[in-house]
């Protein structure tokens, strides 16, 4: 499935993986000494590259994509 994996950036990766794990925008940005809106920003740029509908649904689809491990995500 790699020949069609979307790519996402390192910081969109960073901000999948913390949704994964269940954390509030806020959360990540202080994680990753971001803005909140940032992370809206990226949060919203998975969604968009990965087609999905919502949140939970990109979390998903970052599972299928390879871009999350079953293990801490």
């Known amino acids: 499935m790699s020949g069609d994996r979307p ?3 390192e910081r ?3 901000t999948l993986r913390g949704a994964a794990l269940g ?3 806020a959360e990540i940005a ?7 809106e940032t992370i ?3 949060a919203k740029s998975v969604v968009r590259k990965l087609g999905a509908r919502d949140r939970p ?7 299928v994509h390879g871009y999350l491990t ?3 995500s």
């Not at 202080?30 to 909140?36: G, I, R, T």
């Open 12 to 14: 969109e990766q960073q």
């Open 70 to 72: 079953m293990e801490g």
């Open 40 to 42: 809206r920003t990226h």
């Open 57 to 63: 649904h990109a979390v998903h689809l970052g599972h």
């Open 7 to 9: 790519r996402l950036t």
């Open 23 to 25: 954390k509030t925008n």
């Open 30 to 36: 202080a994680e990753l000494w971001l803005s909140v």
